[in-house]
């Protein structure tokens, strides 16, 4: 690994940690590239920095730990001067990179204050404040091939003070449900006694890998929790027929059939390429002539044959290929497959409203969680959330090996504490990031290739507890917008006279419960368990955030 130190923005210093056993450093570049981590097996960190020392002018961040910011010391001398003059009403750090882009109109407009006629006669006050659509179509195209990413739109939300959030409480994470804790749950007959614990377990802490076999069945719906040994190999038995039965239907088609029926055909070819690239790293999937493979290529194929109307889309065999590991069968992967899409199908729709509504939530959150963050995000053009697009399409799968995939996929199977919980988890992701995107004044470019070199740099337990301290945080919080308490599925503010208020903050309708990723059964811990609504009634956001066209002739992977 080669680093120009010209090019260097910043660098974390990060100790041991449940992720790493030793200490190490991560480089940022300027354009928003992270490095991979070095990592200082035997010593050698601190004559490292020594040597950075020597030829970069570093200063501590004052927000985050471990953070360094490598500074220029002219533009620091002048950041001050202009501290003192007080000449800019925006942030000072905007105005010197103003400044440095074009002195001579940054100097008139400070001096305006003292001589206010220059103002509107030598700025370029109507210049574009944006970057132009076509050139962020370019920079998403890039990132995510085969989806077309179509013009902005003024987005609806409003900024709500979040003043009276309280502190951030502590979260632990607890041990994985073992088998000896599975079975202890199950009675004479099979059935599942106390889903609810049950549930509370998983999230907590994940399950054992010896019994994800079984026990998924059940968090997908597979087999329901009250169900009997003897029902189950009813239940199994009729699965297997009429898997199969699909399977053949399409193996029958011939070729003369398969020629006139166009539909089908393109959703074949699109498998096909998709599975032959799909985690062809992880050892069940490597090799030429790997029947997993196979077993991918012809599970999605049937499953074009169970829903008709979606088929397949790109990204699905992403969504396969962990629950082929665990099952290690081709029926019971199937349908473990096809209810994992039942929650998550509306994020592959053509009109892509499952992804725009995750997104406008997200919004709505951060916005309310996080006004800075919300607003340092406008500013560069980036609060449309776009770098979150691949995190809610195919449910972070790019960003975790497996093992922490199985464990993040079972925790937010349990539908537990809330609903939405996948959006908080999103949430506590931008909140780890927060210091080092203002910090190093990223723009829509950086901040899009520092979201996509997380990938596989996210801590899943620690994000996992920040994302649930998140949720206690803002349930506890009196007045919390309706908004987002639809997002979150609280219930309506009780006013201290007892009744319950309607009154929406955001003065728009809301539509958290529809094309959500949790169920409408939600199962929530006793002490969050509370009334649930349902507004089936109301529309989804009307207002695009992502127009995506799926084009079935796609030749590249699109993440």
């Known amino acids: 690994m080669t680093c120009d130190l010209v090019e260097l923005k910043s660098f974390k210093v990060s100790g041991a940690d449940h992720c790493h056993n030793w200490p190490y450093v991560t480089l940022i570049q300027k354009d928003g590239t992270t490095h991979p981590i070095l ?28 953070l360094f910011l490598v ?17 800019f009403p925006e942030r000072t750090a905007d105005a010197v990179s103003k400044f440095f882009r074009d002195p001579y109109a940054a100097t008139l407009g400070g001096f305006s204050k003292v001589t206010n006629f220059l103002s509107e006669a030598l700025l370029n006050t109507n210049s574009p404040t944006s970057r132009p659509d076509d050139e962020m179509v370019e920079i998403l195209h890039n990132s ?11 987005h609806d939300y409003e900024v709500i003070s979040a003043s009276e959030l309280g502190a951030l409480p502590k979260v632990s994470r607890g041990c994985p449900l073992t088998p000896e804790a599975w079975t202890m749950f199950l009675d004479s007959d099979g059935r599942i006694e106390d889903v609810q614990r049950l549930k509370e377990i998983i999230f907590r802490g994940g399950i ?71 985690d062809r790293s992880h050892p069940s999937f490597a090799g030429e002539k790997n029947e997993n493979i196979q077993l991918l290529y012809d599970i999605l194929v049937t499953y074009c044959m169970y829903n008709f109307d979606l088929g397949y889309v790109q990204g699905m065999s992403d969504l396969l290929s962990p629950i082929l590991v665990i099952m290690e069968n081709e029926v019971d992967a199937f349908w473990c497959f096809a209810s994992f899409m039942e929650r998550v199908g509306h994020n592959f729709e053509m009109d892509q409203q499952g992804i725009k509504l995750q997104l406008k939530q997200l919004q709505v959150l951060l916005g309310y969680y996080d006004p800075e963050m919300m607003s340092y995000l406008e500013s560069r053009d980036s609060d449309n959330l776009y770098f979150c697009f691949r995190w809610l399409l195919i449910i972070f799968k790019r960003e975790f090996q497996f093992p922490d995939i199985m464990r993040l996929w079972e925790v937010l199977w349990t ?34 290739k520092r979201m996509n070199d997380l990938s596989q740099h996210i801590p899943l337990e620690e994000t996992l507890c920040k994302a649930e301290a998140i949720y206690l945080q803002i349930r506890e919080c009196p007045n919390v917008p309706q908004m987002v308490r639809d997002v979150l599925g609280l219930p309506q503010f009780v006013d201290p006279n007892g009744s319950e208020s309607t009154e929406d903050l955001f003065a728009t309708n809301s539509a958290s419960d529809l094309l959500e ?23 989804p956001y009307s207002d695009s955030v992502v127009d995506r066209l799926c084009d079935n002739a796609i030749e590249q992977q699109y993440l």
């Open 39 to 66: 990592n200082f097996h035997n010593g050698g960190m601190d004559e490292f920095l020594q040597q950075l020392d020597l030829y970069l002018n570093v200063k501590k961040s004052n927000k985050e730990t471990g």
């Open 517 to 539: 990723t949790s169920t409408d059964d939600l199962g929530v811990p006793v002490r969050c368990r509370t009334m649930q609504t349902n507004r089936e009634d109301l529309d």
């Open 208 to 278: 054992v890998m010896s019994i994800r076999n079984e026990v998924w069945k059940f968090l997908l719906g597979y087999y329901d929790y009250d169900s009997t040994y003897k029902t189950r190999q009813d239940t199994k038995k009729k699965k297997v027929e009429d898997y199969f039965r699909m399977k053949l239907q399409w193996k029958s088609i011939s070729s003369e059939q398969e020629r006139r029926f166009s539909k089908f055909r393109d959703h074949k070819n699109i498998v096909d390429k998709d599975v032959t690239r799909t």
């Open 71 to 87: 500074t220029d010391p002219k533009v620091e001398a002048l950041q001050r001067s202009f501290n003192e003059l007080q000449l």
């Open 144 to 154: 995510f091939t085969g989806f077309d990413i179509g013009h902005l739109e003024e």
């Open 415 to 448: 539908d537990l504490p809330c609903k939405n919980f996948h959006l908080l988890f999103c949430l506590a992701i931008l909140d780890a990031e927060k210091h080092t995107l203002i910090e190093n004044k990223f723009g829509f470019t950086e901040i899009l």
